[in-house]
Each structure stands twice: as C-alpha cells, then as structure tokens.
C-alpha cells in the first residue's frame, strides 16, 4: 500500500498546488468491504465543497492514468479536520502562530508533550520552534511523535447576555 500512496502522492500533490491547494496526506486503506483512497487537502482560509469537488474531478482521470490501484476504490476529497496531525513542512509553515501540541517520542528534562506557540518552522533543518509557558523551545522534527493544533473554546455566549 506504501507504493500506491506515494504514487497517488506524486500524482495528486501537484493537481492540488494548481488549484491553490495543498495535499496534506494521502490514505489508502480498507474499510469494510470498500477500499478508499482519501485525498486530504487544505488551504489558508480553509477547504470549502468546490475545493474537495474540483480536487476529485481532476485527480480522479490523473490517476486513472496511470492506474496504480488494481482493486475497485472508492476516491473521497476532503478536508483535514480541526485536531489532526500536522505532518509536512508546508502544513507545519501553514499554521504558524498558532497555538499547538507537540509529543515526543522521548522526554525532555521528565516531559513528552508541550504546547506553546508554532513561531518556527527551518526548513530543510528539520527544526521547530515553539513558545512555551517556560519560555522558546526548540525541537528536532525527527523527534515528534506528534503535533496538532490545540483547540480552545470560547466561553462567549453562555449564559445570555448581560444587562
């Protein structure tokens, strides 16, 4: 399956950077008796309908093209949503300034998550920066387990309004 999905990658990543948008990840798994290829993309601003819709009428004949995947499949577009991981470079530059979630696969001084402030992404370095409660941290990309963005809900609106 590896080799279908950096096919599809190859294929789809530069059909997505046509129409103004990035390919986050690339999925081919089974799910019941279908098997699926989930093209996720996203955008600054955000992914509407017409952006999944246009992604899947433009990909779907590219990869038939070249027809990487010998099994009937289903092609779903769609947009990340709000907690997943952020992976690639571009996805990590896309977020900067905002608030994130960083787990380790080893701990540094007794920890393995943080949060702070995306505030650095070196490209090709592999180093990300982040501002901490404790103050700016620096961490090897090569050492994230995982990074998402941290979701915060607002109070405003509960309980009425005041008179």
């Not at 289903?74 to 997943?84: A, F, K, N, T, Y």
């Not at 787990?103 to 370095?125: C, M, N, Q, S, W």
Request: overall charge negative.
């Amino acid at each position: 399956m590896a080799g279908v999905k950096e096919t599809v990658w190859s294929i789809a990543d530069p059909i997505a950077a046509s129409l103004g948008l990035d390919l986050v990840e690339v999925e081919y798994v089974k799910e019941g008796k279908n098997n699926i290829l989930r093209l996720i993309i996203d955008k600054a601003g955000g992914v509407g309908i017409e952006d999944c819709e246009a992604m899947s009428r433009a990909s779907e004949k590219a990869i038939d093209t070249v027809d990487p995947i010998r099994d009937p499949y289903i092609l779903e577009v769609s947009s990340p949503g709000l907690d997943r991981p952020l992976k690639t470079e571009r996805d990590m530059l896309r977020h900067l300034g905002e608030e994130v979630e960083v787990k380790l696969y080893a701990p540094i001084d007794g920890r393995k998550a943080f949060e702070g402030l995306l505030t650095g992404v070196e490209p090709g370095t592999g180093t990300v920066r982040l501002d901490t409660p404790a103050g700016q941290m620096d961490f090897n990309r090569a050492d994230i387990a995982l990074m998402k963005r941290t979701i915060k809900f607002s109070d405003a609106g509960k309980g009425g309004r005041k008179k």
